[in-house]
């Protein structure tokens, strides 16, 4: 074990299991928190405009289409509370957050299974073949965790346009959005306008890698449902230090290059030094992450993962997810020298 | 206006409309800000135990007692969504923000007066006796703003005994209470648990100078209404920057003691020094900040207001608050040297 080459350091523990960007937190956001505590000792504008400018832009919407909230949860609630689902359907394997906030509303939740023999490729048509009018909301992440499948611009499309002959409110969860590969091609943002029946949310969480700052945005065109939210939303709940971050980090565009450009080589040099194995199979990544099958039949996710944590390579064992078992592995894109560690370390064993 | 000598510094302004604390931000607080930014890239621990624990220790109640959220507004919400009141009453003057909470929950708004003869002391007894058991909330502040005056433990404790007999739910605000002397003796806390309907809410804004961090605390022992607040709030909306401020305020004793007696021995001060005027009547305060009405026929808080801002001195006229008129005047007690300057540009010219 210690004398594994590639080990950066002794007992230095990388987290492959959180989905963050390995760049850390902005430095431009660093910055301008140590430099501007103060702002505490004074209440944060109450239409924050520098902050929802920050975000229009970001996104390339008018100030009128964002809604913000203290992260991704919180604005899946504040659209539980605005629609108050009787039923809505969900995809398995997907993030096992939408069925509890779901669960919390009493909403009866319908599952979708993507299937393993495709891929756990979304096939739009089958799905939407599923819906029926007496569903109020469908909540489906864009890419998907832990598949690291993307949806099309086109399936979404279809998505959107079935969900709204049939009165469902469409909520695309777009989290991991910006490590997909021309990410402004497929964003469903692109949609708004024409479907005011689907919102689009967004985090800061994993891409900026500041999950500590609880901040989520939401782009929509529904001034109805905007009017609703305007008067249940708590005006100022954005403390200004996370307001001041957010506003820098948007604006950072070397960061977020940087960032992207990172992402998409480890991403294609990860999946090209693992796909020389025969023991696993590998579901192609579209994210920063990759769900990966253990083939053999005597080894399990849970032997994986402690023989990795004892390189001090965290990764995701998915037995615990609905759809998956103890076959399945997730882990994320680092740097490029704990990326080599963590393929070493995980073909040694398989 | 160049040759005041008490003019601290030219062009220097003082907010004495805001009601913070003079201290400013606890150095406590910006320290370990400073030191550990990058907790912004860890998910904060998603029941905020040490978080939760300072500020059960700070308040002298069990974990089980306390519900955390984004500032009082976020709080005060949080009990409209729970309640749905139908009917709500509130007292007149003050804090307008109640009024416009329980408007979003469209709840029909009854409103006591506080009279002015009576120095706008709560008549409990009188305020008592307009309940009526269709009424589902009570909202109070002690101490109530903009009067500065507090409500005794024994007043409380009737009115909570009588919202309880007619199935009433008390909101007692408590944003100023640290600055009552004395305050651990008339804190509503006390009642929670002879009084079910009973909860109290607290804010740091305004006691430790943070109102940037929009954090709010509440304090009931009602195991049931916990349960619903448990399911419809958002777990983990709290910034890990905050939870460490506030952590840390929370046990920065000498900040706090050192707060209550300047505000007690301004307080003092300023009282007596304007109490030699014949041309205003002081409301004498219990909190940090007191209201004066002008007696001149021909002079109004405009006026006021308008030469005080000309020295830097920031004062509220009160003319948009139910229940007063440009009459009244409001302002805060400051550093001693800021408010030799309040008081004398304020005689000057009433």
Redesign the interface.
């Known amino acids: 074990m210690n004398n594994t080459p590639l080990r950066i350091e002794q007992y230095a523990t990388v987290l492959f299991n959180t989905n963050?960007n390995p760049r850390?937190?902005p430095d431009s956001?660093?910055r301008a928190?140590?430099e501007n505590?103060?702002?505490?000792?004074?209440?944060?504008d109450i239409y924050y405009s520098k902050l929802k400018t920050a975000v229009a832009e970001y996104v390339g919407e008018p100030l009128d289409n964002i809604i913000m909230g203290?992260?991704s949860?919180?604005l899946l609630?504040l659209f539980g509370?605005l629609l108050m689902p009787k039923k809505a359907m969900i995809v398995y394997p997907g993030p096992m957050e939408y069925a509890r906030v779901l669960n919390?509303y009493s909403a009866e939740v319908v599952f979708y299974e993507l299937k393993d023999e495709n891929e756990f490729i979304l096939d739009v048509n089958d799905f939407v073949s599923q819906l029926t009018s007496d569903m109020d909301m469908v909540i489906i992440s864009n890419p998907n965790n832990p598949t690291s499948k993307k949806i099309s611009l086109e399936d979404m499309k279809t998505l959107a346009g079935a969900c709204k002959e049939r009165g469902i409110f469409l909520v695309v969860d777009e989290m991991y959005i910006e490590f997909v590969e021309n990410y402004k091609e497929i964003t469903a943002i692109q949609l708004i306008d024409e479907f005011d029946n689907v919102a689009v949310m967004r985090s800061v969480?994993k891409f900026f890698?500041?999950?500590?700052?609880?901040f989520g945005y939401a782009v929509m065109n529904n001034p109805e449902f905007k009017e609703i939210i305007e008067?249940?939303t708590?005006?100022?709940?954005?403390?200004?230090?996370?307001a001041l971050?957010i506003t820098n980090m948007f604006k950072d565009t070397e960061y977020i290059n940087e960032s992207i450009s990172t992402i998409h080589t480890e991403r294609s040099l990860v999946y090209l030094a693992m796909s020389t194995s025969r023991s696993i199979h590998l579901y192609k990544p579209d994210a920063n992450f990759m769900l990966v099958k253990l083939l053999k039949d005597d080894i399990t996710s849970a032997e994986v993962a402690k023989h990795c944590s004892q390189r001090g390579v965290i990764i995701r064992k998915c037995d615990d997810i609905k759809g998956l078992s103890n076959k399945y592995i997730r882990f994320c894109f680092m740097n490029p020298k704990q990326n080599d560690l963590m393929v070493n370390t995980i073909l040694e064993i398989v």
């Open positions: 963050l850390g937190i956001v660093t928190i140590k505590i103060e702002t505490i000792s004074m209440y944060p203290n992260g949860t919180d609630k509370a919390d969480s890698a500041v999950p500590g700052l609880r008067r249940i708590t005006k100022n709940n954005i403390a200004s230090l996370t971050a």
